[in-house]
């Protein structure tokens, strides 16, 4: 059985940092593409990074510059290091797996059960 685990959420001041990571089992992790989503209270769910099987990266502007996304194939992992947090990046985050980073997100098929970040002012 596919499972997305996310971890690493929390509180942070502005300017803070978090470093979240996605812990994946019960499908061939390689192949997938790794994506981070949030979704803030009253907002759709946004994609904000990814990273194909081939270690290609996508970066929303919102982020860009200031969140990293990597993968380690050997522990079926995705890690998502954000730097300089805002308080607009207070939101639940979720990674979600599908071969391709730019697929639509109803196509992602497996998803995590999210981990809320929240940034202070």
């Known amino acids: 059985q596919a499972q997305l685990v996310e971890s690493g959420g929390g509180a942070v001041q502005t300017g803070g940092s978090l470093r979240l990571s996605c812990a994946a089992s019960?499908?061939?992790?390689?192949?997938?593409?790794i994506a981070w989503f949030r979704q803030a209270p009253g907002k759709e769910r946004e994609k904000i990074s990814c990273?194909?099987?081939?270690?290609?990266?996508y970066y929303a502007e919102s982020v860009k510059g200031r969140f990293t996304i990597s993968r380690d194939n050997a522990k079926n992992t995705v890690s998502l290091q954000m730097n300089s947090l805002k308080p607009e990046d207070t939101a639940v985050y979720y990674c979600a797996a599908d071969p391709f980073c730019d697929s639509y997100i109803r196509e992602f098929g497996y998803w995590g059960q999210g981990t809320q970040v929240t940034v202070s002012s």
């Open positions: 019960g499908f061939a992790f390689f192949h997938y593409a």
């Open positions: 990273i194909s099987s081939e270690s290609n990266t």
